[in-house]
């Protein structure tokens, strides 16, 4: 009787022992990731930032995912999908299986299925979906993709497939369901908050069907995430996954140095070849998805010559932009698009620095004094610009040589962004960051003749007729080959006729410690951990 | 002392609608809009922009917005965030608690190395010691407080390994806030380490922060002192034969205490704008930063409410300072 009695109390105690040593064992693994800002909030069809997109990506899932590292696209929580010969209508048909997190405050008790994604879609889409207005309202990717012209209609067919219908046959869609404002929410978690009165918890405090799930975001300080134990997919090596929030790049350094965190964003360009000495660090690196330029408003005299804008793409020194501004975190560019997108048309072949050659071509166009004109400079920093001042009066400098006086402008960036778009400028530096890796998404929204009406998204205002088409065709086409041959051809044109000075592709860079592995750099810059292991 | 106390509050009000005021009108002075300074190339489509200026109330004229502002602040709603869309109240009271911590162990190192020194030094007029820490507390007072941090990091942090980079405590560590303090936080948690990590991650904030008030309080003492010590009736107690030490403190500080809690007060001030700054260097997630970010992203709710609460602060230690005056000169009290 004792000895049962004991051995009993032998095994509580064993068992006791193990479940209070969970929290804090040994063994589990932790990483922590030195970010470089506070999520808005935890919503990314709210957000258009990379911060807070990166602070979502454990927690939240898409039909579509891009492959790690690369910009093509796989199944995720959908497990494959039809487009009928128009590519008009879209099925997606969804994974089984997938669970919901929890939290203190919500229990699922079913699995994800299409009701989940009709009802995160028509919250965007639908004044009707008792969601629309909730925490502002304001879903800027779902209204820049323009879905809101594109879809037609979506339907649930049943529990695990709903179909989209499109107004045009759209050959990025399966890209776009990839990006994070495509995510998906939890409709029972929803529906619970609404019930409650507190319906703008589901965007502070998510649920998802991701990897991992939150466990506590200390504001401006750190977000802890746990391992979903119930995930569908691989399982993260990793136990605990942790945003340590600080803002300053030097600080994020120390902190890497120390071995505070293991990984981190955004270096200061000056400390990249103290990273690449130290041992215990790698540095890795990737082009970004992203084009710096200095866009000539061609409707504006006498840029709207073809010769003197060649002969400005002729004037500047790119080399010596490269060297003293970009460092090293930089690459040349002669395309709109960055040569790690598909359908780069290396063939092109960029214009010759040569400041004598560019004197006689404003000659033979009848300047050849040269002229005066503004040189506008963003007053912020870009992703593929980092200091437009710098390059500005590097510029300036050049096209003094051949006669033309720049003066530089600069606003307040909402206002830059918000003038050059209504074409006040001569000559103005802005860029592009893509969005779903298609080619479609440089070209429509920045050099369509769409994009140069009043208003429009284009820098040039620039509209080629036969550059157009070609655009236009390729983004009805579903044949990825079909559709690269219409970019090369519209690239060489875009050449021709010069439009810009394109500047630069910015690299982007992520040191981390050097016992670290599986992690890989996204074309889009986004930060994905879930793959990560530390040796 | 009464009629001194509801006189004080009495001004509270027209101080209010003074703060609220000069910080609705600044902010709207900068130029930029909260939609349009947070939105990337896309840049907005008109339509949204109208639709999220009409949400905010943006688009009302200005008189309209200021007043609309003052009647919802008398119901005690501070309003939401744009960016964030959570309550201002709610993400202050989240991140006032690291400030407060913060400041007052710099002001307690202010106090209590600033002024010992200062008392000595006063004591040891015109010795190598005196002029040595005159020349420290000058050279502490001018040093620029992002460059003085880093330094700190990079030299106790990175270089030797004694003290930690940033943050509040060890990442490691999952604490459950329920004062929102640090020190006090940590004894609930699991792991005993919890609490030597939080004190440790204090040392080189507070060091920062608190150089400046330092220097301050400890000139202050000195020549407070220095005054003091050549009144009569310190004359009187040494010719009375009190020992040095008894005259200094007892007599002597207590005289020179006026002035110092002046300052102190004062410094209160500057330790919020110090804080701004060392918040950001150290990660320290304060309402500091908090103020500086919905400057950049115009964030005006979070700015106005803010600003208020701070002023509210501010003014309260001010009343709590010159409370003090009657507390240490019973002839102010009359």
Same mark, same amino acid.
């Given at each position: 009787?004792?000895?049962?009695?004991?051995?009993?109390?032998?095994?509580?105690?064993?068992?006791? &022992?193990?479940?209070?040593?969970?929290?804090?064992?040994?063994?589990?693994?932790?990483?922590?990731?030195?970010?470089? #800002?506070?999520?808005?909030?935890?919503?990314?069809?709210?957000?258009?930032?990379?911060?807070?997109?990166?602070?979502?990506?454990?927690?939240?899932?898409?039909?579509?995912?891009?492959?790690?590292?690369?910009?093509?696209?796989?199944?995720?929580?959908?497990?494959?999908?039809?487009?009928?010969?128009?590519?008009?209508?879209?099925?997606?048909?969804?994974?089984?299986?997938?669970?919901?997190?929890?939290?203190?405050?919500?229990?699922?008790?079913?699995?994800?299925?299409?009701?989940?994604?009709?009802?995160?879609?028509?919250?965007?889409?639908?004044?009707?979906?008792?969601?629309?207005?909730?925490?502002?309202? %304001?879903?800027?990717?779902?209204?820049?993709?323009?879905?809101?012209?594109?879809?037609?209609?979506?339907?649930?067919?049943?529990?695990?497939?709903? $179909?989209?219908?499109?107004?045009?046959?759209?050959?990025?869609?399966?890209?776009?369901?990839?990006?994070?404002?495509?995510?998906?929410?939890?409709?029972?978690?929803?529906?619970?908050?609404?019930?409650?009165?507190?319906?703008?918890?589901?965007?502070?405090?998510?649920?998802?069907? %991701?990897?991992?799930?939150?466990?506590?975001?200390?504001?401006?300080?750190?977000? $802890?995430?746990?391992?979903?134990?119930?995930?569908?997919?691989?399982?993260?090596?990793?136990?605990?996954?942790?945003?340590?929030?600080?803002?300053?790049?030097?600080?994020?350094?120390?902190?890497?140095?120390?071995?505070?965190?293991?990984?981190?964003?955004?270096?200061?360009?000056?400390?990249?070849? &103290?990273?690449?000495?130290?041992?215990?660090?790698?540095?890795?690196?990737?082009?970004?998805?992203?084009?710096?330029?200095?866009?000539?408003?061609?409707?504006?005299?006498?840029?709207?010559?073809?010769?003197?804008?060649?002969?400005?793409?002729?004037?500047?020194?790119?080399?010596?932009?490269?060297?003293?501004?970009?460092?090293?975190?930089?690459?040349?560019?002669?395309?709109?698009?960055?040569?790690?997108?598909?359908?780069?048309?290396?063939?092109?072949?960029?214009?010759?620095?040569?400041?004598?050659?560019?004197?006689?071509?404003?000659?033979?166009?009848?300047?050849?004094?040269?002229?005066?004109?503004?040189?506008?400079?963003?007053?912020?920093?870009?992703?593929?610009?980092?200091?437009?001042?710098?390059?500005?009066?590097?510029?300036?400098?050049?096209?003094?040589?051949? %006669?033309?006086?720049?003066?530089?402008?600069?606003?307040?960036?909402?206002?830059?962004?918000?003038?050059?778009?209504? #074409?006040?400028?001569?000559?103005?530096?802005?860029?592009?960051?893509?969005?779903?890796?298609?080619?479609?998404?440089?070209?429509?929204?920045?050099?369509?003749?769409?994009?140069?009406?009043?208003?429009?998204?284009?820098?040039?205002?620039?509209?080629?007729?036969?550059?157009?088409?070609?655009?236009?065709?390729?983004?009805?086409?579903?044949?990825?080959?079909?559709?690269?041959?219409?970019?090369?051809?519209?690239?060489?044109?875009?050449?021709?006729?010069?439009?810009?000075?394109?500047?630069?592709?910015?690299?982007?860079?992520?040191?981390?410690?050097?016992?670290?592995?599986?992690?890989?750099?996204?074309?889009? #810059?986004?930060?994905?951990?879930?793959?990560?292991?530390?040796? | 002392?009464?009629?001194?106390?509801?006189?004080?509050?009495?001004?509270?009000?027209?101080?209010?609608?003074?703060?609220?005021?000069?910080?609705?009108?600044?902010?709207?002075?900068?130029?930029?809009?909260?939609?349009?300074?947070?939105?990337?190339?896309?840049?907005?489509?008109?339509?949204?922009?109208?639709?999220?200026?009409?949400?905010?109330?943006?688009?009302? +004229?200005?008189?309209?917005?200021?007043?609309?502002?003052?009647?919802?602040?008398?119901?005690?709603? !501070?309003?939401?965030?744009?960016?964030?869309?959570?309550?201002?109240?709610?993400?202050?009271?989240? !991140?006032?608690?690291?400030?407060?911590?913060?400041?007052?162990?710099?002001?307690?190192?202010?106090?209590?190395?600033?002024?010992?020194?200062?008392?000595?030094?006063?004591?040891?007029?015109?010795?190598?010691?005196?002029?040595?820490?005159?020349?420290?507390?000058?050279?502490?007072?001018?040093?620029?407080? +992002?460059?003085?941090?880093?330094?700190?990091?990079?030299?106790?942090?990175?270089?030797?390994?004694?003290?930690?980079?940033?943050?509040?405590?060890?990442?490691?560590?999952?604490?459950?806030?329920?004062?929102?303090?640090?020190?006090?936080?940590?004894?609930?948690?699991?792991?005993?380490?919890?609490?030597?990590?939080?004190?440790?991650?204090?040392?080189?904030?507070?060091?920062?922060?608190?150089?400046?008030?330092?220097?301050?309080?400890?000139?202050?003492?000195?020549?407070?002192?220095?005054?003091?010590?050549?009144?009569?009736?310190?004359?009187?107690?040494?010719?009375?034969?009190?020992?040095?030490?008894?005259?200094?403190?007892?007599?002597?500080?207590?005289?020179? !205490?006026?002035?110092?809690?002046?300052?102190?007060?004062?410094?209160?001030?500057?330790?919020?704008?110090?804080?701004?700054?060392?918040?950001?260097?150290?990660?320290?997630?304060?309402?500091?930063?908090?103020?500086?970010?919905?400057?950049?992203?115009?964030?005006?709710?979070?700015?106005?409410?803010?600003?208020?609460?701070?002023?509210?602060?501010?003014?309260?230690?001010?009343?709590?300072?010159?409370?003090?005056?009657?507390?240490?000169?019973?002839?102010?009290?009359?």
């Amino acid at each position: 009787m004792i000895k049962r009695n004991l051995a009993a109390a032998g095994m509580i105690a064993l068992a006791a &022992a193990a479940v209070g040593a969970l929290p804090s064992s040994a063994g589990a693994k932790t990483l922590v990731y030195c970010s470089e #800002g506070s999520p808005e909030n935890f919503n990314p069809m709210l957000n258009t930032t990379g911060t807070t997109f990166d602070a979502n990506r454990p927690v939240y899932e898409r039909l579509v995912a891009f492959t790690p590292g690369t910009t093509k696209t796989e199944p995720s929580l959908a497990e494959s999908w039809e487009i009928t010969p128009d590519g008009k209508t879209i099925t997606f048909h969804l994974r089984h299986g997938v669970k919901w997190q929890s939290n203190k405050d919500f229990t699922p008790t079913r699995d994800f299925n299409a009701d989940d994604v009709i009802f995160s879609f028509e919250r965007q889409w639908k004044d009707s979906s008792p969601y629309h207005k909730v925490s502002g309202g %304001g879903y800027s990717y779902f209204g820049d993709m323009d879905l809101p012209k594109i879809l037609s209609s979506l339907d649930r067919v049943d529990d695990y497939t709903v $179909r989209f219908v499109l107004n045009m046959p759209q050959a990025p869609f399966i890209p776009d369901m990839a990006m994070d404002f495509a995510s998906i929410q939890s409709k029972e978690y929803a529906d619970a908050l609404l019930k409650a009165g507190k319906p703008e918890q589901l965007d502070q405090v998510p649920i998802g069907t %991701g990897p991992f799930e939150l466990q506590q975001y200390q504001r401006d300080s750190t977000i $802890r995430f746990r391992a979903f134990k119930d995930y569908w997919g691989t399982k993260p090596k990793i136990d605990t996954l942790v945003f340590s929030i600080n803002k300053d790049p030097a600080v994020r350094l120390a902190k890497l140095r120390a071995n505070e965190c293991q990984i981190m964003s955004f270096p200061n360009i000056a400390d990249l070849p &103290a990273i690449k000495a130290d041992s215990s660090l790698q540095l890795m690196e990737q082009p970004g998805l992203n084009i710096g330029y200095l866009a000539f408003n061609v409707q504006k005299k006498p840029l709207d010559d073809v010769r003197v804008r060649r002969a400005i793409n002729m004037a500047i020194d790119k080399k010596a932009i490269l060297a003293a501004v970009y460092q090293g975190a930089g690459l040349p560019a002669k395309n709109l698009i960055p040569p790690t997108m598909w359908s780069w048309n290396d063939a092109v072949q960029d214009f010759p620095y040569d400041p004598a050659a560019a004197k006689k071509l404003l000659a033979e166009a009848g300047l050849p004094d040269g002229f005066d004109t503004d040189l506008w400079a963003m007053p912020v920093q870009r992703p593929y610009n980092p200091d437009a001042k710098r390059i500005g009066e590097l510029m300036q400098a050049d096209l003094a040589k051949v %006669g033309i006086k720049a003066k530089i402008v600069s606003y307040e960036w909402g206002e830059y962004r918000k003038r050059v778009q209504a #074409g006040e400028h001569m000559m103005a530096q802005l860029g592009w960051t893509g969005d779903n890796g298609d080619p479609d998404n440089f070209f429509s929204p920045l050099a369509s003749c769409a994009a140069a009406r009043p208003g429009g998204g284009s820098s040039t205002k620039w509209c080629n007729e036969k550059f157009d088409a070609l655009i236009q065709k390729a983004a009805t086409l579903s044949d990825q080959a079909d559709r690269a041959k219409l970019y090369e051809q519209a690239q060489v044109i875009m050449h021709e006729d010069a439009p810009y000075f394109l500047i630069a592709h910015s690299v982007v860079f992520m040191p981390m410690r050097a016992n670290v592995t599986g992690y890989k750099m996204s074309p889009f #810059g986004a930060h994905d951990f879930t793959n990560v292991d530390l040796k | 002392m009464l009629r001194y106390l509801l006189r004080r509050i009495g001004m509270i009000v027209p101080t209010f609608v003074a703060v609220t005021f000069l910080s609705f009108m600044l902010i709207r002075l900068v130029p930029g809009d909260p939609i349009e300074v947070r939105a990337g190339e896309h840049g907005v489509p008109p339509e949204r922009l109208a639709e999220f200026r009409h949400q905010f109330g943006l688009d009302q +004229p200005l008189w309209k917005q200021f007043l609309d502002y003052e009647a919802q602040l008398l119901h005690g709603d !501070l309003g939401t965030s744009i960016v964030t869309q959570d309550s201002v109240l709610h993400a202050f009271f989240q !991140l006032f608690p690291a400030t407060i911590e913060l400041s007052v162990c710099a002001i307690l190192f202010a106090v209590l190395v600033g002024m010992p020194l200062g008392v000595i030094a006063a004591v040891k007029r015109g010795s190598g010691f005196d002029y040595g820490l005159m020349g420290i507390s000058v050279t502490g007072a001018s040093m620029p407080i +992002p460059w003085w941090g880093l330094m700190m990091i990079l030299i106790f942090s990175v270089a030797f390994g004694w003290t930690p980079v940033s943050g509040r405590i060890s990442d490691a560590y999952f604490i459950e806030p329920v004062t929102g303090f640090m020190l006090i936080d940590c004894w609930w948690s699991d792991d005993a380490g919890a609490c030597t990590s939080a004190a440790s991650h204090l040392i080189l904030p507070t060091i920062v922060l608190g150089t400046i008030p330092l220097a301050v309080v400890a000139r202050m003492t000195r020549s407070a002192m220095l005054e003091v010590l050549s009144e009569d009736y310190i004359r009187t107690a040494r010719a009375k034969g009190l020992g040095g030490a008894r005259v200094v403190v007892v007599h002597a500080l207590r005289n020179a !205490l006026i002035p110092v809690v002046t300052v102190i007060g004062l410094q209160v001030g500057s330790l919020l704008s110090g804080a701004i700054l060392t918040e950001t260097i150290f990660s320290w997630p304060g309402v500091g930063h908090w103020l500086i970010e919905s400057i950049q992203r115009r964030d005006y709710p979070v700015l106005q409410g803010g600003t208020l609460l701070i002023a509210t602060l501010v003014m309260l230690v001010n009343l709590g300072v010159d409370m003090t005056y009657g507390f240490l000169n019973p002839r102010i009290r009359r």
